[in-house]
């Protein structure tokens, strides 16, 4: 019998390199200024998705990529200086996140999680806020000279969508149920909510693509843990992360640059880190992306019946 090996870049997309190495800047500069804050696991995401999948509605307005991110980390960290309950400045988040994104007329999700982060961190350091702006209009000028698409295309794609209000209504209700059983954890993990965010958006997600992506966010998320609880370094373990969740990704033969951002998540959650977080990350996905889809299939009948009408 023949054992065939396949070369290496049948697994690997070495594209994915421009965003290792941005990433891995990012945490070499975390770990010089010894700040957790400077770490945005969200800068992975929106980099893979530019520098590898190339998606035409993030690379064709660069500058979005600037703006939008930064916009809603302001609004996350100036609500997490008020003195309220973590839930009640998540909600608050959560609301005027959206309403920015309808105002700007631009809903880049991953732009939620740079919002979302702040809060569930408890951030109060201005290196936050300065590391949002370095990286994001960094990777603005590496999209903008090497890889911006005509924007012909994202403005087709662009228009209203209808099942924006349910997902946040969704969102409110779940911040208010794990309140109620006390799991804060699972209050608000950026990936999943901008994973559900970007599919009540997509006309075409389905069962069997929920399922691959709750498989690779959760163990994005145990590589990620996995990676801080025994490796202690960062940089190895970005290196480690991206190789895993690469692999993992192909396997599944799905792209969800979202988790990417998994696996660096567990770096910023620090002492509250805990095993059980991959455990919160498949429950809160399981019951995400099933709610997803169930309002899809309800807006789905509702169009069948007026076009029967």
């Known amino acids: 019998m023949k054992i065939r090996i396949r070369p290496l870049g049948s697994y690997i997309n070495f594209s994915i390199l421009p965003a290792l190495i941005l990433v891995l800047v990012m945490l070499g500069v975390s770990m010089f200024f010894r700040s957790d804050e400077i770490i945005l696991p969200e800068l992975s995401a929106l980099s893979v998705g530019c520098f590898v999948y190339k998606i035409p509605h993030w690379t064709s307005k660069p500058l979005a990529l600037f703006y939008i991110p930064s916009g809603t980390a302001v609004i996350g960290f100036v609500i997490n200086m008020f003195t309220l309950p973590i839930y009640i400045k998540l909600i608050l988040v959560l609301v005027a996140m959206i309403a920015f994104l309808q105002i700007i007329r631009n809903n880049l999700a991953p732009a939620l999680a740079t919002g979302l982060l702040p809060v569930i961190t408890d951030c109060r350091s201005f290196y936050f806020i300065g590391s949002i702006l370095v990286f994001t209009f960094l990777l603005f000028l590496i999209v903008k ?115 990417y951002a998994m696996a660096i998540l567990p770096m910023v959650i620090g002492e509250h880190l805990n095993w059980l977080f991959p455990i919160y990350v498949l429950v809160m996905s399981i019951v995400h992306f099933a709610v997803v889809i169930f309002i899809k299939k309800k807006q789905l009948n509702k169009q069948l019946i007026k076009t029967k009408a």
Not at 145 to 152: A, H, L, V
Not at 177 to 201: D, H, L
């Open 145 to 259: 000279f090497f890889y911006q698409n005509g924007e012909k295309e994202f403005e087709e794609k662009k228009g209203k969508n209808t099942l924006i209000l349910p997902y946040v209504i969704l969102l409110i209700v779940w911040i208010v149920i794990c309140k109620i059983i006390n799991i804060p954890a699972m209050f608000a993990i950026p990936p999943v909510i901008v994973v559900g965010f970007e599919y009540v958006q997509n006309p075409s997600y389905n069962i069997s693509m929920s399922i691959r992506h709750i498989i690779a966010l959760a163990i994005a998320a145990f590589i990620g843990t996995w990676g801080i609880f025994y490796l202690h370094d960062f940089i190895l373990v970005g290196i480690v992360d991206f190789i895993v969740v690469t692999l993992t990704l192909k396997f599944l033969n799905t792209k969800l640059p979202p988790a």
